[in-house]
């Protein structure tokens, strides 16, 4: 059999090879035509292949009645309709480790050259100026580097800065002290890493929770004289805060890479001579370009011959009456994922997953790949899906178990979600009433009766006449109406829960207010 193959956008003619070099290979390159265009060609290819330039559409896949599968050299997906993709059954493959060295590679490169004003002394040279005290530069030898996130690239820079002989501190939530001692490095929170910092960089994916994570307070924790580098993505540092940094002092200077809005021109920053910066080149090598086009290339093959692909992105096809059966349960899983996550603050080193009553007689692995996903999506953002979550999973060091029994505790089925850090171990349980959807019907060893939806406020705190009231004229007070309330406790006078769904989201100032009662222990915003 023979198979139509479409590459769209321009890859690297060596990094296409492999699929020149099969058989029954049949390869067509266009790179020029337009999206309508390319909706009336699209039907009859097996697989296309892209990078970012084209827009791979719900409409496109509507229209593509042959294809089984969509390759993207490169990392992300956000110009493929995933959802579509699944719907229609095609796989989407990616290329998540053929520009690390590359990305790795130019940071270290940035680094060194706003340690010694590389680019502002050859300017100056450029412009017939000849002035060696003005570009006095600083050796990396002995500074520390802060890194904030430890991922494939954020590991790759470690590795060559402690080649500099500069001492490396990071933060990343998945990070442990005993990972750290084993990559030869120092573990701190994120406020820790950007107070002992020389350097600082940023290897983060960017998601709500990490836009404008460098902002005007966390500059505000940072030693003076310290320097920026942001090859990661545009976003994670507030450019704005950056500006102001730079012209109090507190930044000595700055590189960056990758910008909130690009192409990134007439930008105040670039009037700053303290600021160098290159326009998104760190995936632009002859070798990345190459690796990621022979990863998908290799992927294409493996998936049309028949055989498992390496970096899959969506779903796989699953028995439709495994799906039948546990497709209602898809949404609960992710969301105790995500509820219980918010619950610790330490690291995960292993999560248990028990399915009770009529789940512990079929395949579950979807929803253990559903729940995981639910985890890891607070720090890992849309990188996560079900396909790659055990994956990840794995190389955070997180050990997953699963757990099946008969006994539900009167419920006809229950899915109970339990972590584990160093600390503590926390725990929810959910099932589906029939007519009503979702419930969280536990917190730890508290009954609830919860719908895993919005924004939610967890509440421990003491039994005591009062708390309740004082807690609502707080929220009164920033008018913010509160939907449903949950209450249990362990004992008169104990330990106590108090679970609200309010219409709004709490900032950190207004859940600093609540935290100031006497009675209450802890409070939580989880947005769901």
């Not at 790795?104 to 706003?114: C, D, G, N, Q, S």
């Not at 160098?276 to 049309?304: C, M, W, Y």
């Not at 009954?447 to 919005?454: A, F, Q, W, Y």
Request: aromatic share 4%.
């Amino acid at each position: 059999m023979t198979f139509n193959i479409l590459i769209a956008d321009p890859l690297s003619e060596d990094g296409i090879q492999p699929l020149q070099d099969s058989e029954n290979m049949n390869l067509v390159i266009d790179t020029t035509s337009s999206p309508e265009e390319l909706k009336h060609k699209i039907g009859e290819f097996d697989a296309l292949l892209v990078r970012s330039q084209t827009k791979v559409t719900r409409e496109l896949i509507q229209e593509a009645r042959n294809l089984k599968i969509i390759g993207r050299a490169g990392v992300g997906v956000d110009n493929i309709d995933l959802d579509a993709a699944t719907e229609h059954g095609v796989i989407v493959v990616n290329a998540p480790n053929g520009n690390t060295n590359s990305a790795a590679e130019h940071t270290m490169a940035m680094i060194m050259a706003l340690s010694r004003k590389i680019p502002q002394a050859f300017l100056a040279l450029k412009n017939n100026q000849w002035d060696r005290k003005k570009y006095v530069g600083v050796e990396l030898k002995d500074k520390t580097l802060g890194i904030v996130g430890l991922g494939r690239i954020g590991a790759e820079v470690a590795s060559r800065a402690k080649g500099q002989r500069m001492n490396v501190m990071a933060y990343d939530p998945f990070l442990t002290e005993e990972k750290a001692e084993e990559m030869g490095i120092r573990y701190g929170t994120l406020e820790e890493v950007l107070a002992a910092a020389d350097f600082i960089t940023v290897h983060t994916p960017l998601m709500k929770e990490t836009r404008h994570l460098i902002d005007s307070e966390a500059f505000s924790l940072m030693k003076p004289g310290v320097q920026i580098i942001n090859c990661a993505r545009g976003g994670i540092i507030d450019e704005d805060a950056l500006y102001e940094a730079i012209l109090s002092k507190k930044v000595a200077g700055a590189a960056m890479d990758v910008f909130e809005k690009e192409p990134f021109l007439d930008h105040k920053l670039l009037t700053l001579p303290e600021v160098i910066a290159t326009p998104h080149l760190g995936a632009s090598t002859v070798e990345a370009q190459e690796n990621v086009a022979i990863d998908v290339s290799k992927d294409v093959i493996r998936f049309l011959t028949g055989e498992l692909v390496q970096n899959p992105v969506n779903l796989p096809s699953v028995a439709k009456e495994i799906m039948n059966k546990i497709e209602p349960y898809f949404n609960l899983s992710e969301k105790l994922g995500l509820f219980l996550i918010h619950s610790v603050t330490d690291p995960v080193e292993e999560v248990n997953i028990h399915y009770a009553g009529d789940l512990s007689e079929v395949e579950v692995a979807p929803l253990t790949r559903n729940t995981v996903k639910g985890i890891l999506k607070r720090h890992l953002g849309e990188h996560v899906n079900d396909v790659n979550a055990l994956y990840f999973a794995e190389r955070k060091g997180i050990t997953i178990h699963e757990n099946k029994t008969s006994k539900t505790r009167g419920f006809t089925n229950l899915l109970t979600v339990e972590i584990k850090t160093k600390s503590e171990t926390k725990s929810v349980a959910g099932t589906l009433l029939n007519g009503l959807g979702p419930r969280i019907v536990k917190v730890d060893h508290y009954s609830v009766d919860v719908t895993p939806e919005g924004h939610m406020i967890v509440i421990h705190h003491q039994d005591q006449p009062g708390v309740i009231g004082r807690m609502g004229s707080i929220l009164a007070e920033h008018q913010i109406n509160i939907a449903t309330m949950q209450v249990d406790r362990s004992d008169v006078g104990g330990e106590a829960i108090m679970m609200l769904k309010v219409d709004r989201h709490m900032d950190e100032e207004q859940l600093n207010q609540l935290k100031e009662l006497n009675e209450i222990h802890d409070v939580t915003a989880i947005d769901l």
